[in-house]
């Protein structure tokens, strides 16, 4: 069992930048790759960003340059540095975590995600 715990969502303005954190906590060692995704209201949820155990990193087009994911070297926190913040970006944003071998075993967790609101 792994359990996922967002934070760091607020209300921001356009240009602003905000860093959410997910904490991880159960059986961390167990954890593959982690990342976050987002859904938009009248959307369906999609990645944003993903880092492997080995630090590989894999963003979206729309938050390249812009967006940086990160993890503690325990691997039971991983941070999403947001800059340049747009009002497209408003959604709620989730934590995911896989556990096992991707195609044979895998396992998803989802946290139950933070509020990120972009308007002037």
């Known amino acids: 069992q792994v359990q996922l715990v967002e934070s760091g969502g607020g209300l921001v303005q356009p240009g602003e930048s905000l860093r959410l954190s997910c904490a991880a906590s159960?059986?961390?060692?167990?954890?593959?790759?982690m990342g976050w995704y987002r859904q938009a209201p009248g959307k369906e949820r999609e990645l944003v960003a993903a880092?492997?155990?080995?630090?590989?990193?894999n963003y979206a087009d729309f938050v390249k340059g812009r967006f940086t994911i990160s993890r503690t070297n325990a691997k039971n926190t991983v941070y999403l540095q947001m800059t340049s913040l747009k009002p497209e970006d408003t959604a709620v944003y989730y934590c995911?975590?896989?556990?096992?071998?991707?195609?044979?075993?895998?396992?998803?967790?989802w946290g139950q995600g933070t509020q990120v609101t972009v308007s002037s």
């Open positions: 995911n975590a896989r556990v096992g071998v991707a195609g044979l075993n895998e396992v998803t967790y």
């Open positions: 159960g059986s961390i060692f167990s954890i593959n790759a």
């Open positions: 880092i492997a155990p080995g630090g590989s990193t």
